[in-house]
T-cell receptor, first 112, second 115 residues
Framework: AQSVTQPDIHITVSEGASLELRCNYSYGATPYLFWYVQSPGQGLQLLLKYFSGDTLVQGIKGFEAEFKRSQSSFNLRKPSVHWSDAAEYFCAVGAFRNKLVFGAGTILRVKS | DGGITQSPKYLFRKEGQNVTLSCEQNLNHDAMYWYRQDPGQGLRLIYYSQIVNDFQKGDIAEGYSVSREKKESFPLTVTSAQKNPTAFYLC??????????????FGQGTRLTVV
């Protein structure tokens, strides 16, 4: 069965510092991978997605992610974090019938 | 503007009551989904529907029911059989019904609290 692991429950970074959020997936076939962001009490917004092709994908708000098949990973990165990036981030893998299997999420705190 | 509307934003339920959460989309999407979110557990799939008048159970369907009488609407009923209904509920839709390569769009959520 498909599964997604986000090893870090909380991460705190200083404003202006770089960010990497980890995501590992388990999926038997070619994975369809997503990163979503959620502000408190809100719905989820898509940051980026990987289906095929270039393993480095660019998303909104300056985020990027790199797909590494050998490591079953899809880590999210940002070169310089802004205070407005504080939120919860979810990695997900697409399953049959467009169901999404989510990781437990990583809460990002940004300190000034 | 196209999107997904969930209502109400906050909902309070007494023990033993059934409550219905509304989800409406004007994106002309075929597929709709209900997820439950609890702190530290991510999102778990309750029910999903690929087409009108058809729906399937997700991973945690016990104590919930749905209907899909119209393409635009996918209401979720939390029944008295759901023993721990306090959670944040998210509705989503997507255009694809086959391969999982289309993104899902989410509503703003409904926070249900048992009082």
């Amino acid at each position: 069965a498909q599964s997604v692991t986000q090893p870090d429950i909380h991460i705190t970074v200083s404003e202006g510092a770089s960010l990497e959020l980890r995501c590992n997936y388990s999926y038997g076939a070619t994975p369809y991978l997503f990163w979503y962001v959620q502000s408190p009490g809100q719905g989820l917004q898509l940051l980026l997605k990987y289906f095929s092709g270039d393993t480095l994908v660019q998303g909104i708000k300056g985020f990027e992610a790199e797909f590494k098949r050998s490591q079953s990973s899809f880590n999210l990165r940002k070169p310089s974090v802004h205070w407005s990036d504080a939120a919860e981030y979810f990695c997900a893998v697409g399953a049959f019938r467009n169901k999404l299997v989510f990781g437990a999420g990583t809460i990002l705190r940004v300190k000034s | 503007d196209g999107g997904i509307t969930q209502s109400p934003k906050y909902l309070f339920r007494k023990e033993g009551q059934n409550v219905t959460l509304s989800c409406e989309q004007n994106l002309n999407h075929d597929a709709m989904y209900w997820y439950r979110q609890d702190p530290g557990q991510g999102l778990r799939l309750i029910y999903y529907s690929q087409i009108v008048n058809d729906f399937q159970k997700g991973d945690i369907a016990e104590g919930y029911s749905v209907s899909r009488e119209k393409k635009e609407s996918f209401p979720l009923t939390v029944t008295s059989a759901q023993k721990n209904p306090t959670a944040f509920y998210l509705c989503a839709s997507s255009s694809g019904t086959g391969t999982p390569n289309t993104e899902a769009f989410f509503g703003q959520g409904t926070r249900l609290t048992v009082v």
